[in-house]
C-alpha cells in the first residue's frame, strides 16, 4: 500500500501523485462518493486497474453506476458459518 484517501477527490488526486498500479475503492466515501472517482482515474490514467470493494448487500447501484471500461466490483463482505 502506497496511499490512503479518504474521499474519493482525494482518491483522484493519489493517483496523480503516487502513480498506482490499482486502486481499491469505496463505493461510500464521503465528498465525491467512490463511483465518480474511478471513471476520472480511468480516462486519466488508463493504465491504472480500480477495483471496488463493498460490504453493504444494497449496493447493486454501484453495477448500474459503472462505465464499460472503468473498475470491477466485489463484495468484501464475509460470511460466518460452521460450513
Not at 42 to 58: F, G, M, N, Q, S
Request: proline letters at 10%; aromatic letters at 4%; glycine letters at 8%.
Amino acid at each position: 500500500m502506497i496511499g490512503v484517501a479518504h474521499d474519493g477527490a482525494r482518491a483522484v488526486d493519489l493517483v496523480a501523485e503516487l502513480n498506482p498500479d490499482l486502486v481499491l475503492m469505496d463505493p461510500r466515501m464521503p465528498i465525491m462518493n467512490g463511483i465518480r472517482p474511478p471513471g476520472e482515474i480511468h480516462r486519466t490514467y488508463p493504465a491504472v486497474k480500480v477495483l471496488i470493494l463493498t460490504t453493504y448487500d444494497d449496493d447493486v447501484w454501484v453495477f448500474d453506476a459503472i462505465e464499460p471500461a472503468q473498475p470491477g466490483v466485489c463484495s468484501r463482505r464475509i460470511r460466518l458459518g460452521s460450513n
